[in-house]
């Protein structure tokens, strides 16, 4: 299977805990996207990568996210001190770069539940 | 700031009948907007990708149309089937924002035997 892989796909954690999830793109992908999804909502941006570079970080992003892409391939997106409203499906995609042309395959998830 | 919305929420439609979802984006500025499907606990699976040049997409039963100006675009399914019940997320790409994703709310569908 060569598609995006996000592990675990489950998570349960209690509240004040840190969290680390871990996507593999596609492998020529060059960029990589991480999105939260809340039950009836669409997807909401937090971040994304070209290469092994941060491009863009959105506000939804607080000091308590950090993501990393060190050599360019996989990507972890840790949260400390985690809290209830993190509870959300935790989505990653990737693409290969095309001048805003290229399409995002996106990975199966990760829930997360923070009790 | 770029808004995306769908409308209905949901939609339930016997088997064979033809299926028409609707997104509406506030700013047109836009490289791509892309139709994706969602399962219940699942990811996202891409199902049409429009450029901003372009009027319309095909894929099988699928045809995506986009109206730039107006800041619509439609999804149409033909001759609907009960596999096709899940949720249809749309996404536009804006210039100023390029890589990122701006997501509707979907619409969820039901297809009934």
């Known amino acids: 299977d060569t598609g995006v892989s996000q592990d675990p796909r489950h998570k349960i954690t209690k509240r004040g805990q840190n969290v680390t999830f871990r996507c593999d793109p596609i492998?020529?992908?060059?960029?990589l996207y991480w999105y939260r999804q809340t039950l009836g909502q669409g997807p909401e941006f937090l971040t994304y990568f070209q290469n092994e570079a941060q491009l863009e970080k959105s506000r939804l992003l607080s000091d308590r996210f950090s993501a990393e892409r060190p050599k360019g391939s996989f990507s972890t997106l840790e949260i400390q001190r985690t809290e209830q409203g993190d509870s959300a499906m935790y989505l990653c995609a990737s693409s290969l770069d095309g001048g805003g042309k290229e399409t995002q395959y996106f990975g199966p998830g990760t829930r997360l539940l923070v009790l | 700031k770029q808004e995306v919305t769908q409308i209905p929420a949901a939609l339930s439609v016997p088997e064979g009948e033809n299926l028409v979802l609707n997104c509406s984006f506030t700013?047109?500025?836009?490289?791509?907007l892309q139709w994706f499907r969602q399962d219940p606990g699942k990811g996202l699976t891409s199902l049409l990708l429009?450029?901003?040049?372009?009027r319309e997409q095909t894929s099988g039963r699928l045809n995506a149309s986009l109206d730039k100006s107006s800041g619509r675009s439609t999804l149409y399914i033909a001759a609907s089937q009960p596999g096709d019940s899940a949720t249809y997320l749309c996404a536009v790409m804006t210039t100023d924002s390029w890589g990122k994703l701006q997501f509707g709310a979907g619409t969820q569908v039901v297809v009934t035997p």
């Open positions: 429009i450029q901003s040049s372009q």
């Open positions: 700013d047109s500025a836009i490289y791509n």
């Open positions: 492998s020529e992908h060059n960029r």
